[in-house]
């Protein structure tokens, strides 16, 4: 199965209450570590960040360290199998870092509805109502979640296209 990462939750409209349902999920991990390529794991598949699948034996051993320190249950929520034991890593030349590096784990958060109001385009007239107002369907496009008038008021007081 290819990367998924705009298929990590699957919904589905409930035709009698017009409610999105979710219906399965395709969780993921990311690692990022200072002057590596981002390596992505899901479904039990390494990716690069542009999507193309690295085999088992091309993945670096920073990624290995890391999954070493993952619960089974991370384990098993990205469906990995097949993880090498301490002789078994795959040992390349260019796995070997001059010095170690220390990864870093970057998680991602969603924007806050005030960062998305922030990254509205003042000269994008479809982001904006006749009256200067957020469009709410920016937002919601935006947040893959409806917000009201009022709490889109409440986010940020008074906040307004500029001229």
Do not use: C
């Not at 990462?5 to 409209?13: A, C, E, N, P």
């Not at 009698?16 to 399965?24: F, I």
């Amino acid at each position: 199965m290819p990367l998924q990462l705009d298929k990590v939750h699957v919904h589905s409209r409930d035709q009698e209450t017009n409610r999105m349902v979710l219906l399965g999920t395709n969780p993921y991990i990311r690692w990022v570590a200072e002057g590596e390529a981002p390596i992505i794991l899901q479904e039990g598949v390494f990716y690069s960040d542009g999507g193309n699948r690295i085999l088992h034996m091309d993945v670096p051993s920073w990624v290995w360290k890391n999954v070493a320190a993952l619960s089974a249950e991370a384990i098993e929520k990205v469906k990995l199998k097949n993880i090498p034991s301490k002789e078994d890593k795959p040992k390349k030349a260019k796995d070997a870092p001059a010095e170690a590096v220390e990864p870093e784990v970057v998680k991602v958060t969603p924007p806050t509805l005030s960062d998305v109001l922030m990254g509205l385009d003042h000269s994008d007239s479809t982001h904006w109502t006749k009256t200067g107002l957020p469009d709410l369907n920016t937002v919601k496009e935006r947040m893959n979640k409806y917000h009201s008038r009022q709490t889109v008021e409440e986010a940020i007081p008074g906040f307004r296209r500029k001229e």
